[in-house]
Antibody
Framework: QLQLQESGPGLVKPSETLSLTCTVS??????????WGWIRQPPGKGLEWIGS???????SYNPALRGRGTLSVDTSNNKFSLKLSPVAAADTALYYC???????????WGQGTLVTVSS | DIQMTQSPSTLSASVGDRVTITCRAS??????LAWYQQKPGKAPKLLIY???SLKSGVPSRFSGSGSGTEFTLTISSLQSDDFATYYC?????????FGQGTKVDIK
């Protein structure tokens, strides 16, 4: 059974960098048919897709991030990561990592990790 | 960007009721639409993909329909486990967008 687990600091200061990692277990991150993504959810609000990456490192991002996001993949350790910089209070959210298969929506999700942006 | 609009935002219903949620896209997404269920403190759970395909293990009381810009999620007989928030999501364009959510609560 595929499992995804987010990890990273729960508190980030404004103007600094948010860094999160998603560790994948129960399956390989290197499959050519898999895409790995990040989705966030501000407290009490809806879902926002942040970006996606495949095993080769090919990426796509939500333009609403205004170029602040960077995704990377570490196939040796079956992990992928998100960096968001600089952050502001509006970036406070529950951050989820997830997997999708080609031409399919996200079918496996991590449990989510809350990141608060505050001084 | 493709905008997704769900209606209603909140729906009050009783166990056994037939429930329908609508999702409209600002332009055609063919049938590249998914429905998710989210319970408080939990990650979204995929219910339906490609507008009407039921994910394995999802109860058959859930069904989806539609194409182009108009889509619906129907729960044929609401169960106590179904009280949750439901989101539609389009994956037609590279910029994936979600609807704002429909909360189904107890009448």
């Amino acid at each position: 059974q595929l499992q995804l687990q987010e990890s990273g600091p729960g508190l980030v200061k404004p103007s600094e960098t948010l860094s999160l990692t998603c560790t994948v277990s129960g399956g390989s991150i290197s499959s050519s048919t898999y895409y790995w993504g990040w989705i966030r959810q501000p407290p009490g609000k809806g879902l926002e897709w942040i970006g996606s990456i495949d095993f080769s490192g090919s990426t796509s991002y939500n333009p609403a991030l205004r170029g602040r996001g960077t995704l990377s993949v570490d196939t040796s350790n079956n992990k992928f990561s998100l960096k968001l910089s600089p952050v502001a209070a509006a970036d406070t959210a529950l951050y989820y990592c997830a997997r999708r298969v080609t031409l399919q929506p996200f079918d496996y999700w991590g449990q989510g990790t809350l990141v608060t942006v505050s001084s | 960007d493709i905008q997704m609009t769900q209606s209603p935002s909140t729906l009050s219903a009783s166990v056994g009721d037939r429930v329908t949620i609508t999702c409209r896209a600002s332009q055609s997404i063919v049938n590249w639409l998914a429905w998710y269920q989210q319970k408080p403190g939990k990650a979204p759970k995929l219910l339906i993909y490609k507008s009407s395909s039921l994910k394995s293990g999802v109860p058959s009381r859930f069904s989806g329909s539609g194409s182009g810009t108009e889509f619906t999620l129907t729960i044929s007989s609401l169960q106590s486990d179904d009280f949750a928030t439901y989101y539609c999501q389009q994956y037609n364009s590279y910029l994936w967008t979600f609807g704002q959510g429909t909360k189904v609560d107890i009448k």
